[in-house]
C-alpha cells in the first residue's frame, strides 16, 4: 500500500475541515501539494491571475460563510504576493488560512533562488505563523494553524518546503475530530445589573453599532424600542443593523452622513455595540459612553469609555433586556429620526437622473440598488466606489456588502467577487468598481471567464483617483499625479470573453445594467461619471473649509480656473 506523502496529509486534514476550494497560483514548489489536489478531486483549486486577489478572493468566503477559507503562493514572489490581501483578512477578522510554499529546505539560509522567510514576512497580519520542516510535524501544525485562524478570526500561515512536501508522512490523517466551537460569552450578573442601572438612568441614549452586531438584529432593535434609541452603525455593520429597522438613522463618520452625526453629538449616553469605528473625531467629547464588546482589549482604543464590558452582542442583550425599563422619553429618538428623514430625502435628490448628459454616480448606484436582487452579494472597491455604496445601497437581511472597510486597500472589489460568486454560485455577485482599483489588479478578469464565474462589474469611470483628489482639495492642495489615462474597459472586458457594456448617458444607464445583470454570465459595465463629483462627510471642519478655499485659489492662480467651473457645475447645477 502507497503511504501517504506529507502533502496528502495536508490535503485530507483540509477536506475533513470541509475546504472545498483553495485560491491560487501554483509553482515548482507547490507541486506536492497541487498534484494531491488533481488525484483526489475533491478540493477545487480556483487559479487567479495574481496571488493577491487569492488573498482577497478567500477573505470573502470566510467573511459570507463564517468557515475556514485557504489560499495558496509558490515559494519566495508567490506567497509574498499574497500579503496585502492577507492583510485585509486579518484586519477584517476572517478566518483564512495560507500555505506559504517555500524553497527546498536544504537550501534555506543559502541566499537560494526565490529565498524568502515566510514565517517573519507573514508575522504582523497572522495569529500564527510557522514552517514545517520535518514530516513529524504535519498534521499537528497546520491544525494549531486552523484553530487559530478559527478560534482568533484572522489569518495564519503554514510554509512548507517542497521538498518536505513530498516526503513520507509521520501520522496518516487528522488527529482532531470535532466540530467547531461556538462558545457565547457574556458579562457577569453584576455587570449586566450595572450596565441596566446606567442606561435606565439615561434619558437620550444613541446606540453605534458595528459588525459585531451580527446575530443580534432581533435583540438589537428590541434594545431600540426600550431605550427609544436612535441607532447609527458604522461601514461593517450596514449589512447586519441596517434593514427592517425603524430606529435607523444612517451612517456617521467620513462616508456617512450628518443625521448620523448628529445623533451621537447630541446624546447623553452613547452605548457602542460590537463596533471599533476609527475616527475619535465624530465621537460625543462629554456624553457617558457605554462599550459593549467581544474582545476586552477593544474597550476603551477609540474613545473615553465610562462602562465597558466584554460579551458577544446577542448573549448581552439577551441578559440585559428584562432589566431594562421602558424608556417614557422619546424626544431624542424623534428628532433623530427626523432628521435622517430630511437627510435622506437630500441624498436622494441627489441621485437624480435628469441631468442632461451627465452621470451623476449616485444615480447609478440608486440605479443599481432598484435593479439588484434581494440577496445579491455587493463588493466594492476602496474610495467613492465605497461612499455611494455607503449611502444608496440597501439592505435586506440576505444581501451582503464587502470591501476593504478597515485594511483600506484598493483593488479589492474585484477579486472578493470572485470568492463570494465562487463560494455562491447561485447567487447575484456585483462588483461597484473604482476605474483605478479595477486597473490594478485586472488580470482577473481572465479569471471569472475561466472558471464561469458569472460576477457583474460596475466600473464608476472618472479617469482619475477621485477620493485621493477630494482629499486633496480638503488640504488645500492642488491636486496632482491622480490622472487615469482614458482605457475603453469595455473592450478590455470583451477582449477577456466577457459581455463588455457601456452607458454613456443617464438614460441608458438603466437599462445598460438590467441588460449585464440578465446575460447569463461574467459581464462589465463601463458608466462615465463626473470628476468632480463631491461627496460631503456628515460635518466639514474649520482646517477643511480653509484648505478648500485655498485649493480654489491656488487653481485660479495655476490656470486652472475651469476646474472651479467643473465643480460647480457638477454639483450645484443640477
Not at 476572517?94 to 529546505?105: D, E, H, K, T
Not at 430625502?345 to 449616485?362: E, F, M, R, V
Not at 441588460?515 to 482646517?543: F, N
Amino acid at each position: 500500500m502507497t503511504k501517504n506523502k506529507v502533502a496528502d496529509v495536508l490535503v485530507d486534514v483540509l477536506e475533513q475541515a470541509g475546504v472545498e476550494r483553495i485560491y491560487g497560483v501554483t509553482g515548482d514548489s507547490l507541486n506536492g501539494i497541487a498534484d494531491s489536489i488533481r488525484r483526489r478531486k475533491q478540493i477545487k483549486w480556483i487559479h487567479v491571475r495574481h496571488e493577491e486577489a487569492a488573498a482577497f478572493a478567500a477573505g470573502a468566503e470566510a467573511h459570507l460563510t463564517g468557515k475556514l477559507a485557504v489560499c495558496a503562493g509558490s515559494s519566495g514572489p508567490g506567497n509574498l504576493h499574497l500579503i496585502n490581501g492577507l492583510y485585509d483578512c486579518h484586519r477584517s477578522r476572517v478566518p483564512v488560512l495560507a500555505i506559504a510554499a517555500q524553497i527546498p529546505s536544504h537550501e534555506i539560509g543559502s541566499g537560494y533562488f526565490q529565498e524568502t522567510r515566510p514565517e517573519h514576512l507573514f508575522a504582523q497580519c497572522s495569529h500564527y505563523c510557522e514552517l514545517v520542516s520535518q514530516p513529524e510535524q504535519m498534521p499537528r501544525v497546520l491544525e494549531i494553524a486552523m484553530q487559530s485562524a478559527l478560534a482568533r478570526r484572522g489569518v495564519s500561515v503554514v510554509a512548507v518546503p517542497g521538498d518536505v512536501a513530498l516526503r513520507d508522512a509521520v501520522e496518516q490523517g487528522p488527529r482532531l475530530h470535532f466540530p467547531e466551537p461556538k462558545p457565547t460569552v457574556c458579562p457577569s450578573e453584576e455587570e449586566i445589573k450595572i450596565l441596566a442601572e446606567v442606561l435606565n438612568h439615561s434619558k437620550r441614549i444613541t446606540i453605534l453599532g458595528g459588525a459585531g452586531c451580527a446575530g443580534a438584529h432581533a435583540e438589537l432593535i428590541e434594545l431600540a424600542g426600550k431605550l427609544n434609541a436612535p441607532i447609527v452603525h458604522a461601514m461593517r455593520g450596514k449589512e447586519f443593523i441596517e434593514y427592517d429597522n425603524p430606529f435607523d438613522v444612517g451612517m456617521t463618520g467620513l462616508l456617512g452622513f450628518s443625521s448620523g452625526y448628529h445623533a451621537m453629538m447630541n446624546c447623553e449616553t452613547l452605548l457602542m455595540i460590537g463596533t471599533d469605528f476609527p475616527y475619535t473625531q465624530f465621537f460625543p467629547r462629554d456624553a457617558t459612553v457605554v462599550q459593549i464588546d467581544l474582545r476586552g482589549e477593544q474597550l476603551g482604543r477609540r474613545t473615553k469609555v465610562d462602562f465597558g464590558f466584554v460579551g458577544d452582542s446577542k448573549s448581552t442583550l439577551r441578559a440585559l433586556l428584562p432589566k431594562l425599563e421602558q424608556s417614557q422619553s422619546d424626544a431624542h429618538l424623534k428628532q433623530s429620526l427626523e432628521h435622517y428623514r430630511k437627510t435622506r430625502t437630500a441624498l436622494d435628490d441627489l441621485a437624480s437622473g435628469d441631468s442632461g448628459k451627465l452621470i451623476h454616480p449616485q444615480y447609478i448606484a440608486r440605479v443599481l440598488d432598484e435593479l439588484a436582487a434581494e440577496d445579491t452579494i455587493f463588493t466594492c472597491d476602496v474610495g467613492t466606489p465605497t461612499i455611494w455604496a455607503a449611502r444608496y445601497l440597501t439592505m435586506s437581511g440576505k444581501r451582503r456588502l464587502l470591501g476593504s472597510f478597515i485594511h483600506g486597500s484598493m483593488a479589492n472589489a474585484l477579486p472578493q467577487a470572485i470568492g463570494a460568486q465562487a463560494s455562491y454560485p447561485g447567487r447575484q455577485v456585483i462588483s461597484l468598481s473604482g476605474d483605478g482599483g479595477l486597473a490594478m489588479l485586472m488580470g482577473d478578469l481572465l479569471t471569472l471567464r475561466q472558471h464561469e464565474l458569472p460576477v457583474k462589474i460596475l466600473v464608476f469611470k472618472n479617469n482619475s483617483l477621485a477620493f485621493v483628489e477630494l482629499e486633496m482639495k480638503a488640504a488645500g492642495i492642488l491636486d496632482f499625479a491622480t490622472n487615469l489615462h482614458d482605457l475603453d474597459f469595455a473592450k478590455i472586458a470583451e477582449g477577456a470573453g466577457l459581455l463588455g457594456l457601456t452607458a454613456e448617458t443617464p438614460a441608458q444607464v438603466a437599462p445598460t445594467i438590467a441588460q449585464a445583470l440578465k446575460h447569463d454570465g461574467p459581464a462589465l459595465v463601463e458608466i462615465p461619471v463626473q470628476r468632480q463629483e463631491l461627496s460631503m462627510p456628515p460635518t466639514i471642519t474649520y482646517e477643511q473649509a480653509k484648505g478648500f478655499s485655498l485649493f480654489m485659489l491656488k487653481a485660479v492662480l495655476n490656470g486652472r480656473g475651469d476646474e472651479i467651473i467643473d465643480l460647480g457645475t457638477v454639483n450645484l447645477l443640477r
